[in-house]
């Protein structure tokens, strides 16, 4: 019944798809696109333990990001940027240390605090609604900040990395968030969680406990058996809408580095970027 290998090329966002917003992430059970609508349900969380296939997840959110146009910018504390080195041409920033994280997060409430500005110089809500001419002067072009393992984030920036997540501003800006956890009720924020949009939970799945725990103000009703999902392999998992829809969802396997021909195949341009931040101590190029 799921003997089928699913590749980037069945989850780029099809062009007979005019919902810019709409990032497939998996497929469904019967092969269907199952992804977020960024605009409405970020921050999009990935959860699972070592091995679950997160990192992959988040590499196929950033394929379909970028295949639309919205640029990229990752933060990996956990791997140090390992699984994102074939996509660097596509990436506005890679942030593999706490010195390129500060620098990073930096950039990032810059862009916030020129939209912000230009918002209320204009009196409008959301950056969509401001002057196309001040639109192209502020830059508005949709941001998805990947943060891949936020348990590795190290403490001091631990309360800028929740805040950043819970921002209930930031889909105004045109500015988004997805992230990878292994213990999301251990490494994030309970405002973090409290606004969390999608859910992805990869196997082993979580108990109802821990569901509870994680989201308080939803109800524990993640069921394999509700999803009709009965899968034991890693790469599988439930996919949770905002709206509480639950369906059982199949990741890519297609490998990192095979995913800079696929958005060349679809002549992805390469952005000029803001700054590729790397680690002295950590990369030898």
């Known amino acids: 019944m799921f003997d089928r290998i699913v590749s980037s090329h069945n989850l780029i966002p099809r062009l007979t798809d005019t919902d810019f917003w709409r990032l497939p992430i998996g497929l469904g059970l019967r092969n269907q696109q199952i992804g977020s609508d960024i605009r409405a349900s970020s921050p ?74 230009a918002c209320v110089r204009h009196d409008v809500d959301n950056v969509d609604d401001l002057p196309k001419s001040k639109k192209e002067s502020v830059h508005t072009e949709p941001i998805l900040i990947v943060i891949d393992g936020v348990e590795a984030i190290s403490s001091q920036f631990q309360a800028a990395v929740s805040e950043l997540m819970s921002d209930p501003l930031l889909s105004s800006l045109n500015i988004f968030v997805a992230f990878s956890v292994a213990e999301p009720w251990k490494s994030t924020s309970r405002e973090a969680r409290r606004n969390m949009g999608d859910v992805l939970a990869l196997k082993p ?20 058996a509700k999803a009709g999902l009965a899968y034991e392999a890693a790469g599988f998992g439930l996919y949770q809408s905002i709206d509480g829809n639950t369906r059982g969802v199949e990741i890519s396997d297609t490998g990192a580095s095979d995913l800079p021909a696929i958005l060349a195949s679809f002549r992805v341009p390469q952005p000029e970027h803001w700054d590729v931040i790397r680690s002295e101590v950590d990369w030898r190029w």
Not at 61 to 79: E, K, N, P
Not at 206 to 224: G, K
């Open 44 to 117: 999009v969380g990935v959860f699972g333990l070592k091995g679950s296939g997160k990192t992959n997840a988040l590499l196929q959110l950033i394929v379909s990001a970028l295949t639309r146009g919205i640029r990229v910018v990752v933060i990996d504390r956990q791997d140090h940027g390992e699984k994102y080195l074939g996509l660097l041409p596509y990436l506005e920033c890679l942030a593999v240390d706490d010195y390129a994280l500060a620098v990073t997060l930096l950039l990032i409430h810059t862009k916030m605090l020129e939209r912000t500005r």
């Open 205 to 224: 799945p979580l108990s109802p406990d821990d569901v509870t725990e994680m989201f308080p103000d939803r109800p524990a009703e993640v069921s394999y």
